[in-house]
């Protein structure tokens, strides 16, 4: 059984706001399960590209806002 997180939960892990998960969810990098939770190792990855952006500073996360998935280099 996979771990999950609720939106709450997924928000203060990634130390962001629920609208900027909502926006994560909307661009594709985030996938609500179907009791819409999200699973832990999905939010683990995006927290360490958030953690390595955050290090580039502001600029890199008004970036990955608004980049897409396909067009994001880990």
Same mark, same amino acid.
């Given at each position: 059984?996979?771990? %999950?997180?609720?939106?709450?939960?997924?928000?203060?892990?990634? #130390?962001?706001?629920?609208?900027?998960?909502?926006?994560?969810? #909307?661009? +594709?990098? /985030?996938? &609500? /399960? &179907?009791?819409?939770?999200?699973?832990?190792?999905?939010?683990?990855?995006?927290?360490?590209? /958030? +953690?390595?952006?955050?290090?580039? +500073?502001?600029?890199?996360?008004?970036?990955?806002?608004?980049?897409? &998935?396909? %067009?994001?280099?880990?």
């Amino acid at each position: 059984m996979k771990e %999950t997180l609720s939106l709450t939960e997924t928000a203060r892990h990634l #130390q962001v706001s629920e609208d900027f998960v909502a926006t994560m969810i #909307q661009r +594709g990098r /985030l996938t &609500p /399960l &179907p009791d819409k939770r999200f699973d832990t190792a999905e939010v683990e990855a995006l927290a360490a590209l /958030l +953690g390595r952006l955050r290090t580039s +500073g502001i600029a890199s996360m008004i970036e990955i806002a608004a980049t897409t &998935p396909d %067009t994001l280099s880990d």
